[in-house]
C-alpha cells in the first residue's frame, strides 16, 4: 500500500473566504484561517526546492561527465541544445509565472477553490502550449543549431539533441505546471520527492543510453537527450496519478477552469515574464554564439561551468520559490508589511547561502573542473569563468530573491525591464564590444560583472518602493 507524505494529503476546504474590495491597495480579510493553516516561513519553503536543485544540479554534473567523455563537441553540443530547449519553454514559463502569482494569492486569501481552478487551467494552456511548439523544433532542428556557427560536426549533435529532448515537451509541462502550483500554496516537499525519483531515472537512462548499457544500444549525445526526456515523462506520469487520486494539497477543483477572465488573468501577468524568457534566453544565445567565436573550447568551458556553478544558482532558485510565494500569501491575505520583510528576509538568506557556496567552489575549481574534462585549455578556461561567476554570487542571490518577491506579487514587468537593461544593454553590448576589438575571451567572460550589478542595483530599488505591491487587483 502506497504511503502518502503528510506534506501531500489534501487538506481541508475552508468555506469562508476574504472578501475582495476590488481596489490594488487593500484586501478586507474575516477572521477564517488559511486553507494551509499558517503560513510557512522562508527556510520551510526553501530548503525542499533547494534539496531538489542540488540534487538536479549533481545529477547535471555527472551528465557532464558522462558526455564530456565523449569529447568537448558533445559538451558543446548539450550545451546549444539545453539552450534552445528552454527558448522554446518561454510561454510555458510566461503561464507559470501567472500561475504563481494568482496561486499563491488566492490560497493566502483562504479562497482553496480558486487556487484549483488557476492550477487546472495552468494545466490545460501549459500542455496546449507543449504541443505546439514540439512540430517547429522537431522540424527546424538544424537551422537553430546551425546559428550557433560552431563546427559541423557539433552542430549535427547539438540538431539530433534539440530533436529528441523536444519530443518529451508535454511531459515536461506537466510537471513543471504542477510543481510550480504546490510550491505557490505552500507545498515545496512533494515537488522535492517526485524531482528525486526523476533525477535518479535521469542518471540511470543517462548511463544506460549514452554507453549502451543494461541491454541498451549507445546512443551517445542522443541518448543524454532521450535520458533527460524520459525522466520528465516518468515525473508527470506519477504527479497525474497522485493530483487525480485527490493525494496531492491542490485538487483537481470545481469546474469551469478556462473561463475568460481568469485565462486573461493568467496571460496578463505572465506574458511580461514570458517575454522575459525570450529575451534572457535570446541573450543568451547573443553571448554564446560571441562566445563560440573563439571555438569550441570556450564554448564547453562555457557549459562546464554553468553545472559546476549550478550547486550556488539553485540555492538561490530556492528562495526565490520561497519569495514568491510567502510575499503572494501575504499580499492574498491583506497582510502588506509581511510581505515586505518576507522579500527582504529571503533576500539575506539567499546572499549568505550562495557566498558560501560560491567560496567552496571557487576554492575547488581547479581540481573540479580537471575531474570534468581531460584537455588543458578547456580546463583553464573553466577556472576563469568560475572565478568571474563565482566572485558575482552576492549580486546573483539579490536577483533570485527579488525577482522571486516581485513575481509573487504579480509585479512580472521590472523583472523583464531587468534583463533589458543588464543582458542586453550591458553584457551583449560589452561582449561585442570587446569581441570587436579583437580582445581575448577571457573578457568576455568579464562582461558579466556590468550584467548583474545593474540588475541587482534594479531590483533593490524596485522593492524599497510600494508600486510592487498594488500590481495585481
Known amino acids: 500500500m502506497l504511503r502518502i507524505p503528510a506534506m501531500m494529503v489534501k487538506a481541508p476546504k475552508v468555506d469562508t473566504a476574504p472578501a475582495y474590495t476590488g481596489e490594488a491597495t487593500q484586501v478586507v480579510t474575516t477572521t477564517q484561517e488559511a486553507p494551509a493553516g499558517r503560513m510557512l516561513g522562508i527556510w520551510e519553503l526553501a ?96 537551422p537553430l543549431a546551425r546559428f550557433f556557427r560552431l563546427e559541423e560536426e557539433t552542430i549535427l549533435l547539438a540538431a539530433t539533441y534539440i ?42 537512462l543517462l548511463y544506460a543510453l549514452v554507453y549502451g548499457r543494461f541491454g541498451f544500444p549507445v546512443l551517445g549525445v542522443a541518448g543524454a537527450a532521450i535520458a533527460g526526456g524520459a525522466s520528465f515523462a516518468i515525473g508527470s506520469v506519477v504527479f497525474l496519478w497522485l493530483w487525480l487520486r485527490g493525494y496531492l494539497l491542490l485538487g483537481i477543483g ?82 502588506l508589511e509581511g510581505a515586505t520583510s518576507s522579500g527582504w528576509r529571503a533576500a539575506r538568506l539567499s546572499v549568505i547561502s550562495m557566498v558560501v557556496f560560491g567560496i567552496a567552489i571557487i576554492a575547488g575549481a581547479w581540481p573540479i573542473s580537471r575531474w570534468m574534462i581531460d584537455d588543458p585549455e578547456v580546463v583553464r578556461l573553466t577556472v576563469v569563468f568560475i572565478y568571474v561567476l563565482g566572485s558575482l554570487q552576492p549580486l546573483m542571490a ?42 581575448s575571451v577571457e573578457w568576455i567572460f568579464y562582461a558579466l560583472i556590468g550584467d548583474y550589478i545593474v540588475k541587482a542595483t534594479m531590483l533593490t530599488l524596485r522593492f524599497r518602493g510600494e508600486r510592487w505591491k498594488t500590481v495585481i487587483k
Open 254 to 335: 470545481p469546474p469551469r477552469c478556462l473561463e475568460r477572465e481568469r485565462v486573461r488573468r493568467l496571460v496578463h501577468i505572465g506574458y511580461p515574464a514570458g517575454l522575459e524568457q525570450v529575451v534572457w534566453q535570446g541573450g543568451f544565445i547573443v553571448f554564446l554564439w560571441i562566445v563560440a567565436l573563439y571555438g569550441t573550447a570556450p564554448y564547453a568551458a562555457y557549459g562546464i561551468g554553468v553545472n559546476i556553478l549550478s550547486f550556488s544558482f539553485l540555492i538561490g532558485w530556492g528562495f526565490s520559490i520561497a519569495a514568491s510565494t510567502l510575499v503572494g500569501q501575504h499580499l492574498g491575505a491583506g497582510d
Open 47 to 142: 530548503w525542499p526546492a533547494i534539496a531538489n536543485n542540488v540534487l538536479h544540479s549533481m545529477v547535471g554534473l555527472v551528465g557532464i561527465k558522462i558526455v564530456g567523455s565523449l569529447g568537448a563537441s558533445a559538451i558543446a553540443a548539450v550545451t546549444v541544445g539545453n539552450r534552445i530547449f528552454f527558448v522554446l519553454q518561454a510561454l510555458l514559463m510566461a503561464i507559470t509565472a501567472g500561475t504563481t502569482a494568482l496561486v499563491a494569492r488566492s490560497w493566502g486569501a483562504g479562497d482553496r477553490d480558486e487556487a484549483e481552478r488557476v492550477h487546472r487551467a495552468s494545466m490545460w494552456l501549459c500542455l496546449a502550449i507543449s504541443l505546439v511548439i514540439t512540430v517547429p523544433a522537431v522540424i527546424f532542428a538544424d
Open 163 to 204: 530533436r529528441w529532448i523536444s519530443i518529451f515537451n508535454a511531459g515536461f509541462a506537466v510537471q513543471f505546471v504542477l510543481s510550480v502550483a504546490l510550491r505557490a500554496a505552500g507545498d515545496t516537499r512533494t515537488p522535492l520527492w517526485i524531482g528525486a525519483l526523476t533525477n535518479i531515472a535521469n542518471l540511470i
Open 398 to 439: 539579490i536577483e533570485f530573491a527579488l525577482t522571486g518577491s516581485l513575481r509573487g506579487a504579480g509585479d512580472t514587468r521590472f523583472p523583464l525591464l531587468t534583463v533589458l537593461a543588464g543582458l542586453i544593454l550591458v553584457r551583449c553590448v560589452l561582449c561585442g564590444i570587446f569581441a570587436w576589438l579583437d580582445f
